[in-house]
């Protein structure tokens, strides 16, 4: 008996016993099963589920409720601001109006349309409103100044909020229930909220119009039970959702007449303060429930309302809650067959494990998508390799194709692609003896073998490039390009010289990545240009070696510049500013080394480092300071859980004012907001970093819910020489003020700057003039200040 059928003997004798000691514990736990005990546990469980479920839902169609009102929000504000805008600079700016209002419209994925309509004689002489919308593909914007502040719907919204108290800063939204718009030819709920003036008054309406079946969409990936339905009832009582999941058309019909004649609206009490708030959520209302009978069938009704004013409800038939609680006599042959199935499960195991080992050794070399041999493959068969050319094949725009279409369809075009490409392989006589592979992304090899194929490797690119380029790849009736950049690596170079089987494929990479960079199709390797490459790739390495003996030897400090009250004078703040300590002891800036650990994924351990010796640095003392987090800091939940156990429940944690990178370009917000939710309940602040650098600014401050915004050193450096920087920061300032927001002026440099800053009304000031960043703390303000020669600190 060999050892290999020795071992298979032993594996078969300890699966035959595992089945024996599970089919004896399946006996035992069925004779000791406790009916009534198992009844309740089941029921209690089904209606939590149901229960879970539903909030789950109404949350999720709540979060898109928001979404809708923050928008509005958004639009509304950005209305207040050009009015302001105009207001202070009384120029005609009907036109930046426009183009503002199709920006906001961009943003707005998920609307149809949206307007601002001012009050009569507000904006201009006379009416102004701007409405875009969208036709097709494109955003079209049109005026209308005809007398729509005496319509209806625009009285209505404008009555109603026209004596809001202008310090209340709770939201106020007027929601339509779903109508027919002609202008964008479908059916819309619209949203309203008012436009106000600096002392709080109405100077029009902002409003947007979302398309009524994306709402319905919502409820309809409702699942509950198999024979349980979801609905949508709006605000007039109308139904808004189809009931597909209820079964046929007549008895869908039936249970939506029973839902309307029930007056849901007339139902929903207020909510209690506590029972209301559910996963952290305060609800509109809490879910309530009622009993309903449809076609002599007992459902059991829950429903509340939405943030909309809608009713969203689940019908389950009772006979499917009450499944749980019958007698369960059932239960031994549920058992029997469980057991069963285990030991069917164990044996096919066993039969089947051979065949497991010889599929991965089959996928060990293959790709799973397109079933060609992968990089792996490439690497075994590229040593030993005699003369040719290596082609690396990159989909142009594949993130974009990605992003918009799905990763399902990123699935679809690598393999319509690769079935291109083996069929055009396959055909052409000059690619006898050619290999496609499977590279990792978005990219394809093709190893051309020969000596013929390194002497006309361009008419071989130039075939490859014009046969991609005829593709055509259609997903769900919508026609793809298809256009590619290749990077080419052949043994035989230009000057003599010959690559070995390991170079082929990092020179073919560097090929692709200088074709990239010059915008070319395609770009055969020559080790000459590509010289700069390697020296990048070596200064990269140096550098990140550096960077990790300074974090294994302690190395990576704060620096701390100070921050000066413009009122008092005194410095009460300081920033935190990472230094690395060269081996001379010298400090270096993060220019240096932020972007090669961002590479190599040693920017966490950075922060971390940063906060651990910040956070003990000002424990004895009671400055405020500021850390700087990146959008890759806020989106890690393992620093993030590090920076909050950091942070405990003592006084430290109302001293810390976390700065936000605004640059960083942040999209995921509901992870952002997680993070910011946690340190803001715990006492810390938020700052936007660089405010006034870009038109997303407001958005990021409206959604974060920031406490501090830092004026960015490209305005306040000019303050003092130019009126169009000066005008700008004075209406950051004004528009932080309107919220209650506090401001810092950056790289405040001299002493005319300063005096700016203080007739502005910022509150704080920091820069060359208050202070450089430095190791120890700067907590009083220097005597005298040399000329600055140095206009912008290094972060």
């Known amino acids: 008996m060999t050892l290999g059928n020795f071992r298979i003997k032993r594996s078969i004798m300890l699966g035959l016993i595992l089945l024996v000691a599970v089919?004896?514990?399946?006996?035992?736990?069925?004779?000791?099963?406790?009916?009534?005990?198992?009844?309740?546990?089941?029921?209690?469980?089904?209606?939590?589920?149901?229960?879970?479920?539903?909030?789950?839902?109404?949350?999720?169609?709540?979060?898109?409720?928001?979404?809708?009102?923050?928008?509005?929000?958004?639009?509304?504000?950005?209305?207040?601001?050009?009015?302001?805008?105009?207001?202070?600079?009384?120029?005609?700016?009907?036109?930046?109006?426009?183009?503002?209002?199709?920006a906001a419209l961009a943003r707005m994925p998920d609307a149809y349309a949206g307007g601002l309509w001012y009050e009569p004689h507000s904006y201009v002489r006379g009416n102004l409103s701007v409405y875009a919308y969208r036709r097709g593909d494109a955003l079209r914007v049109q005026r209308d100044d005809s007398?729509?502040?005496?319509?209806?719907?625009?009285?209505?919204?404008?009555?109603?909020?026209?004596?809001?108290?202008?310090?209340?800063?709770?939201?106020?939204?007027?929601?339509?229930?779903?109508?027919?718009?002609?202008?964008?030819?479908?059916?819309?709920?619209?949203?309203?909220?008012?436009?106000?003036?600096?002392?709080?008054?109405?100077?029009?309406?902002?409003?947007?119009?979302?398309?009524?079946?994306?709402?319905?969409g919502l409820v309809s990936r409702v699942k509950v039970t198999p024979g349980a339905f979801a609905f949508l009832i709006d605000s007039e009582n109308r139904n808004l959702s189809s009931l597909a999941n209820a079964g046929e058309a007549l008895g869908a019909q039936e249970k939506m007449d029973a839902v309307i004649e029930s007056r849901l609206h007339s139902r929903v009490t207020a909510p209690d303060p506590q029972s209301a708030i559910v996963s952290g959520r305060l609800l509109v209302a809490p879910m309530q429930t009622m009993a309903l009978r449809v076609d002599d069938e007992d459902h059991a009704l829950f429903f509340s309302r939405t943030q909309a004013g809608m009713i969203f409800g689940v019908g389950v038939p009772k006979a499917e809650i009450d499944a749980v609680l019958l007698p369960m006599r059932e239960s031994n042959w549920r058992i029997m067959l469980l057991i069963g199935g285990v030991v069917l499960v164990l044996s096919a195991l066993i039969l089947t494990s051979v065949g497991r080992i010889l599929k991965r050794m089959h996928t060990l070399y293959t790709d799973t998508l397109t079933q060609l041999p992968n990089r792996e493959k490439l690497l075994v068969d590229l040593k030993g390799a005699e003369a040719g050319a290596l082609i690396l094949v990159n989909i142009d725009a594949f993130k974009e194709i990605n992003d918009f279409y799905g990763h399902h369809c990123g699935d679809h075009v690598i393999g319509q692609l690769s079935l291109a490409l083996q069929q055009f392989l396959t055909q052409s006589p000059a690619w006898s003896g050619s290999q496609l592979y499977r590279m990792p992304g978005d990219e394809m090899a093709i190893w051309l073998p020969g000596e013929e194929a390194t002497r006309n490797i361009e008419a071989r690119t130039d075939e490859l490039l014009d046969y991609v380029t005829e593709r055509r790849i259609s997903w769900q009736s919508q026609t793809i390009p298809l256009h590619v950049t290749l990077g080419v690596a052949t043994t035989a170079q230009a000057d003599g010289s010959e690559l070995n089987d390991e170079q082929l494929l990092t020179c073919a990479s560097i090929a692709l990545k200088l074709a990239r960079q010059q915008k070319s199709s395609c770009l055969v390797y020559d080790h000459r240009p590509a010289k700069k490459i390697r020296e990048t790739y070596e200064h990269n390495l140096v550098w990140a070696n550096r960077l990790k003996r300074a974090l294994d030897e302690g190395r990576i400090v704060p620096h701390f510049q100070p921050i000066m009250d413009t009122r008092s004078g005194r410095i009460d703040k300081f920033e935190c500013l990472a230094r690395m300590i060269d081996e001379s002891g010298q400090p270096v800036s993060p220019m240096e080394f932020l972007d090669v650990a961002k590479k190599i994924r040693l920017y966490r351990y950075i922060t971390r480092a940063m906060v651990q010796q910040c956070f003990s640095r000002f424990a004895d003392n009671e400055y405020e300071f500021s850390l700087n987090l990146s959008c890759e800091d806020l989106l890690d939940p393992e620093l993030g859980t590090f920076i909050v156990n950091s942070l405990g429940k003592g006084s430290l944690a109302r001293r810390v004012i976390f700065e936000i990178l605004e640059s960083e370009g942040i999209e995921n917000y509901a992870a952002v907001r997680q993070f910011i939710d946690t340190v803001k309940a715990l006492g810390c602040r938020i700052a936007i970093d660089d405010f006034g650098t870009g038109y997303s600014n407001f958005e990021h401050l409206l959604r974060l819910g920031a406490d501090i915004i830092k004026i960015d050193g490209s305005l306040i450096k000019h303050l003092d020489t130019d009126p169009n920087a000066l005008t700008v920061t004075r209406g950051i300032v004004q528009f932080a003020s309107d919220l209650g927001v506090q401001t810092v002026a950056e790289f405040v440099h001299s002493a005319a700057v300063l005096d700016k800053v203080r007739a502005l009304g910022i509150d704080h000031a920091q820069g060359y003039h208050i202070g450089m960043p430095a190791a120890s703390l700067m907590t009083e303000m220097p005597a005298e200040r040399p000329v600055a020669t140095v206009l912008a600190l290094q972060r």
Do not use: C
């Open 23 to 102: 089919f004896v514990l399946g006996m035992i736990l069925m004779s000791t099963l406790n009916l009534d005990f198992a009844q309740k546990a089941m029921a209690e469980l089904r209606q939590r589920q149901i229960t879970d479920t539903f909030y789950a839902n109404l949350n999720r169609i709540n979060a898109h409720h928001q979404l809708m009102e923050q928008n509005t929000t958004n639009l509304a504000r950005t209305g207040e601001l050009l009015y302001r805008m105009k207001r202070a600079r009384d120029l005609d700016n009907a036109g930046e109006l426009e183009t503002a209002m199709q």
């Open 147 to 216: 007398d729509y502040h005496t319509r209806e719907w625009y009285s209505r919204v404008v009555g109603e909020h026209g004596e809001y108290a202008a310090g209340n800063a709770l939201p106020e939204f007027f929601w339509t229930p779903a109508y027919y718009k002609e202008l964008i030819d479908n059916v819309v709920i619209s949203l309203t909220t008012p436009m106000r003036d600096e002392s709080g008054q109405v100077i029009g309406v902002a409003s947007t119009d979302w398309r009524a079946d994306e709402i319905i």
